[in-house]
């Protein structure tokens, strides 16, 4: 297939060699107009070239991946919209949800396809990639092309395994939300380490989130309870225990970090339904004061 990667930072990098090591036709969208080629090289494997921003590429493209933070998926995607046929279907992989709701609409003729990857990456340089953690990736439809689409779970299944393809995606992505709303905030607030959120001090903060997420899931339709939440909360910070969450890295490398898609988006659903959320806001709050005292 030809494949376009949007945004060829850590997960779209680890995805670009992955896709072309399994026999597709690879190419890089960047933000460096100036580029025509993009060399990468994962862990210890050769080098690989890409062809870099190709309006040639686009043109023939059968699936562009987005692999861009939350934050700048739509001006990405807009940029490039006037370039893709009508037939390529577009996969967006990111984390935090409510991206979806300020796209143009001209987007919505594209077969989407939404994914999440619990994949670790990071690129220590410009062109190198660490792929640090294996995981797992899941893809569903978002609109009604695209979910017609599930053939592409065994392309990606192909190239970087395990993957496997939702008839509810917005389940997975909920799934996803709830543990980042409650390891994203708080490893980044207090500058620790994912496995630190298991001291005592956060216990009733955690609890609380956790009540509070489930009671906004519940009017979503998308019910968990919060026992068993907390148990996935208490397992996920266990298995990553020595992990730097993203959001704690982006705070301490004074990035601009995804919270308006992750409890930015918890508390505007709970408006919507009219649920008090305080410590998920309270923590949202704060991280936006972060990022604010830094201009
Ligand atoms: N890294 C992981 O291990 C991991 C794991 C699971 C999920 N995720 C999620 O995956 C998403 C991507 O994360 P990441 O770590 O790969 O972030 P990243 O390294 O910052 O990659 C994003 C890339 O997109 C580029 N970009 C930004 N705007 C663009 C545009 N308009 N056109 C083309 N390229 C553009 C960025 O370039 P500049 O740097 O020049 O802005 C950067 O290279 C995030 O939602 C993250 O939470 C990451």
């Given amino acids: 297939?030809?494949?376009?990667?949007?945004?060829?930072?850590?997960?779209?990098?680890?995805?670009?060699?992955?896709?072309?090591n399994a026999g597709h036709n690879v190419s890089i969208w960047?933000?460096?107009?100036?580029?025509?080629?993009?060399?990468?090289?994962?862990?210890?494997?050769?080098?690989?070239?890409?062809?870099?921003?190709?309006?040639?590429?686009?043109k023939s493209a059968d699936v562009i991946l987005v692999t861009v933070k939350a934050w700048q998926v739509?001006?990405?995607?807009?940029?490039?919209?006037?370039?893709?046929?009508?037939e390529t279907i577009i996969?967006?992989?990111?984390?935090?949800?409510?991206?979806?709701?300020?796209?143009?609409?001209?987007?919505?003729?594209h077969p989407i396809v939404l994914a999440t990857t619990t994949h670790g990456a990071y690129k220590p340089s410009q062109n190198s990639i660490c792929h640090t953690g294996f995981g797992s990736t899941t893809l569903g439809g978002y609109n009604n092309l695209g979910q017609r689409c599930h053939f592409l779970s065994d392309v990606f299944e192909n190239a970087l395994p395990s993957v496997t393809w939702s008839d509810s995606i917005n389940k997975a992505l909920w799934d996803k939300l709830s543990i980042n709303c409650?390891?994203?905030?708080l490893t980044a607030i207090h500058q620790c380490l994912n496995g630190d959120l298991l001291q005592e001090k956060f216990s009733t903060l955690v609890v609380q989130l956790v009540s509070e997420i489930c009671a906004v899931r519940h009017a979503e339709k998308f019910e968990i309870n919060s026992d068993v939440l907390l148990t996935s909360v208490h397992q996920v910070i266990s298995a990553t225990a020595k992990n730097h969450s993203s959001m704690q890295q982006d705070i301490s490398h004074k990035k601009i970090t995804e919270i308006d898609y992750i409890n930015g988006y918890l508390c505007k659903v709970a408006q919507r339904h009219g649920i008090s959320v305080p410590t998920n806001q309270e923590l949202y709050s704060q991280i936006k004061n972060i990022e604010q005292s830094w201009s």
């Fill in 1 to 20: 297939m030809n494949i376009t990667i949007l945004g060829a930072g850590s997960i779209g990098s680890l995805w670009a060699c992955h896709l072309a």
């Fill in 30 to 58: 960047s933000n460096k107009p100036e580029k025509s080629e993009t060399l990468l090289i994962l862990d210890n494997q050769n080098p690989k070239r890409f062809i870099t921003n190709s309006v040639l590429q686009l």
């Fill in 74 to 86: 739509k001006g990405a995607i807009s940029a490039l919209l006037e370039h893709l046929a009508p």
């Fill in 182 to 185: 409650v390891i994203n905030p």
């Fill in 91 to 109: 996969v967006f992989m990111h984390n935090g949800m409510g991206t979806m709701d300020d796209l143009p609409v001209s987007l919505y003729e």
